[in-house]
């Protein structure tokens, strides 16, 4: 069943500006995933976080987790083209079967 | 290099027709997953195996059905489609936690 829910649905940025995206859940997690998605493609793995982490890093990319607020927000620093494109959060309940959000559709502009 | 392959990109069938989807990846990977994406929905578990012959209904198997005779081989079964199934199939293996995603075939049923 659908648990992530991301915020906003849409975003468009400039070229060099951050982009952040948040995603909500509903029930305990063991870890909360991001993905990324080109236009019409099948979805990459980003980065992990378990449920113990408040703060993960990897390039340009910083993810928190707030299991109090059952949240997590992706945050994507200066920007690129190559960025545009949809972002999902995938919550992981101990089954190892993800559940995914709709989604953020991010368009950088040059 | 992790390897997930589906066997049509694109795909046109017309009402009632059975359709065939297959899904194979290079990792020896034990879970395979089918999902269903439509706007604005995400991405929906449709079936997912966690072992050759072994299978488990995901969140809306309604109408479909899997095969998996061999471990790197995982195929999505429309016994007779109609247009609501019209959709992208994306198909994924599971190492770790991680998901690695096939291109995803968008079907039309006509």
């Known amino acids: 069943s659908q648990q992530g829910e991301e915020d906003p649905q849409a975003l468009s940025i400039q070229e060099g500006e951050n982009a952040t995206m948040n995603c909500s859940y509903k029930t305990s997690i063991n870890n909360l995933q991001w993905y990324r998605q080109n236009s019409g493609r099948g979805l990459v793995h980003l980065i992990l976080i378990r449920s113990n982490e408040r703060e993960k890093h990897s390039g340009r990319l910083r993810v928190t987790l707030d299991t109090s607020k059952k949240s997590s927000s992706l945050l994507i620093t200066a920007s690129r083209a190559a960025d545009t494109a949809s972002y999902f959060c995938a919550t992981d309940p101990y089954d190892y079967k993800l559940s995914f959000g709709a989604g953020t559709t991010v368009t950088v502009r040059a | 290099d992790v390897k997930v392959t589906q066997s049509s990109r694109y795909l046109v069938k017309r009402t009632g027709e059975k359709v065939f989807l297959e899904c194979v990846q290079d990792m020896d990977h034990e879970n395979m997953f089918w999902y269903r994406q439509d706007p604005g929905l995400g991405l929906r578990l449709i079936y997912f195996?966690?072992?050759?012959?072994?299978?488990e209904k995901g969140d809306i198997p309604e109408g479909y059905s899997v095969s998996r005779e061999k471990k790197e081989r995982f195929s999505l079964i429309l016994e007779s489609a109609s247009t609501n199934q019209t959709s992208m199939y994306l198909c994924?293996?599971?190492?770790?936690?991680?998901?690695?995603f096939g291109p995803g075939t968008r079907l039309t049923v006509t």
């Open positions: 994924a293996s599971r190492r770790s936690y991680e998901q690695y």
């Open positions: 195996s966690y072992d050759v012959k072994m299978k």
